[in-house]
T-cell receptor, first 111, second 115 residues
Framework: AQSVTQLDSQVPVFEEAPVELRCNYS??????LFWYVQYPNQGLQLLLK??????LVKGINGFEAEFNKSQTSFHLRKPSVHISDTAEYFC?????????FGAGTRLAVHP | EAGVAQSPRYKIIEKRQSVAFWCNPI?????LYWYQQILGQGPKLLIQ????????DSQLPKDRFSAERLKGVDSTLKIQPAKLEDSAVYLC?????????????FGPGTRLTVL
């Protein structure tokens, strides 16, 4: 069975500091990988996705993620966060055309 | 381009009552999804439509949940009767096709509270 593990439920960080949100997955088949962001009382918005090719993927709002097949990881990074990045972040995979989400990581950016 | 529309945004009902949610996907999107997001968890797929046909409803509690997309455009999700554990945000999403590489676009969700 496929699953997604987001290792941190909450990540507090100061403004302008770097951040990494960790994501590991398990799957018996090849997958596509996604990161979504959810702001309070809003739906999910795609940050970035890995389908194939370069393992370093750049997304919106200065975020990037690196696919590591041997470690089955897809960690999300940003070199300098802003207060506006405070939100819930979800890692997701699609084996067999079905999106499977992790439990989410709440990023709290403090001034 | 208009996004995915959902209504109502909030609903409070008592257990054993019935409730219905409505979703209008992005124009031209053939695939429509309903997700349940319980507080503190990631969204879980309830049902997936391709045009007006069901592709996957394996996680839909069919004894109380039903969904339809009769004309292949908008969709309704119904719960009858509701239980306390149905309290969640119900998200609708749509995509151009059902391939896993397709980006899913999400609506703002309907927050259901069952008392």
């Amino acid at each position: 069975a496929q699953s997604v593990t987001q290792l941190d439920s909450q990540v507090p960080v100061f403004e302008e500091a770097p951040v990494e949100l960790r994501c590991n997955y398990s799957s018996s088949v090849s997958v596509y990988l996604f990161w979504y962001v959810q702001y309070p009382n809003q739906g999910l918005q795609l940050l970035l996705k890995y389908l194939s090719g370069s393992t370093l993927v750049k997304g919106i709002n200065g975020f990037e993620a690196e696919f590591n097949k041997s470690q089955t990881s897809f960690h999300l990074r940003k070199p300098s966060v802003h207060i506006s990045d405070t939100a819930e972040y979800f890692c997701a995979v699609t084996p067999l055309n079905k999106l499977i989400f992790g439990a989410g990581t709440r990023l709290a950016v403090h001034p | 381009e208009a996004g995915v529309a959902q209504s109502p945004r909030y609903k409070i009902i008592e257990k054993r009552q019935s409730v219905a949610f409505w979703c209008n996907p992005i124009s031209g999107h053939a695939t429509l999804y309903w997700y349940q997001q319980i507080l503190g968890q990631g969204p879980k797929l309830l049902i997936q439509f391709q045009n007006n046909g069901v592709v996957d409803d394996s996680q839909l509690p069919k004894d109380r949940f039903s969904a339809e997309r009769l004309k292949g455009v908008d969709s309704t999700l119904k719960i009858q009767p509701a239980k306390l554990e149905d309290s969640a945000v119900y998200l609708c999403a749509s995509s151009l096709g059902q391939g896993g590489y397709n980006e899913q676009f999400f609506g703002p969700g309907t927050r259901l509270t069952v008392l």
